[in-house]
């Protein structure tokens, strides 16, 4: 079977690289999830607080972990715009045109590749009144750890943050991957769970910048772990640090 899968390798390379292929696999992905949420019964706990910025005017920054993206988009208000950042990796370029099918603007970019292009598009963004949405352990991790973007674009704006969690009865947890990603099975029962809104002060210090991305790490992780209790699942824990691997191409791998 790894014969078969490292000859058959390149020619899926090849396919990752034509558009026309993504697309199809976008529209795969779009539909199952669909198909997920509509077979499903779903508790979903706070999202007034979610639909009261927005009919009051107010943008936000929306944050969730990366191995539960996959449920996030079926659970937004279509009345309202948002706009998500993406990866400009192959990877990403599939996830952005499942966005755009449930009618989500994309933004292009990470931390490593047109990061300040893709500042300005999400600045540009929330001061347009449109609100953004950010998975601040991707695109490589670690899983379950966050980064400082979402707390810089608050401090800047004086937006809120609000994180998001999703947890099912029935799924199948991908181990190799990076993040863990959780894949729900049809005919399920699922939990959904916005926070509170968090807001940044303007003043806020180096020291205090870190203590507010801490406690939203610590929120989301908790909201993790309680909504897979719930679901009867055993909690998917935080990775450890990225370690490189020793190979040609030096690699990258989140444990």
Not at 88 to 102: F, N, P
Not at 163 to 180: F, M, P, Q, R
Not at 207 to 221: F, G, P, S, V
Request: charge should be positive.
């Amino acid at each position: 079977m790894k014969i078969i899968i490292s000859k058959i390798k390149p020619y899926i390379k090849k396919l990752y690289q034509n558009s026309f292929f993504r697309n199809i696999i976008s529209w795969l992905v779009y539909l199952y999830a669909q198909f997920v949420y509509k077979t499903s019964k779903w508790e979903v706990i706070n999202r007034e607080k979610l639909i009261d910025l927005w009919e009051s005017g107010q943008t936000f920054i929306l944050v969730g972990w990366h191995g539960r993206a996959i449920m996030y988009s079926s659970f937004r208000d279509y009345r309202f715009p948002l706009n998500a950042l993406v990866s400009l990796h192959k990877d990403g370029r599939i996830i952005a045109g499942v966005l755009q099918k449930y009618g989500l603007g994309t933004i292009g970019g990470s931390s490593n590749k047109n990061a300040k292009a893709a500042a300005i598009n999400l600045m540009n963004s929330l001061k347009d009144n449109t609100s953004i949405c950010i998975i601040p352990d991707g695109p490589r991790g670690p899983r379950m750890h966050m980064t400082e973007s979402p707390i810089y674009y608050a401090h800047k704006t004086g937006v809120p943050i609000i994180g998001i969690t999703c947890s099912v009865k029935k799924c199948k947890i991908i181990e190799k991957s990076w993040d863990k990603m959780m894949v729900p099975y049809p005919f399920n029962k699922g939990i959904c769970r916005f926070s509170e809104p968090i807001y940044i002060p303007q003043d806020a210090s180096e020291a205090d910048l870190e203590k507010y991305r801490q406690q939203i790490e610590t929120m989301l992780n908790r909201h993790s772990f309680e909504a897979d209790q719930a679901m009867g699942l055993t909690p998917v824990l935080p990775g450890t640090e990225c370690k490189k691997k020793n190979d040609i191409k030096g690699k990258i791998t989140c444990l």
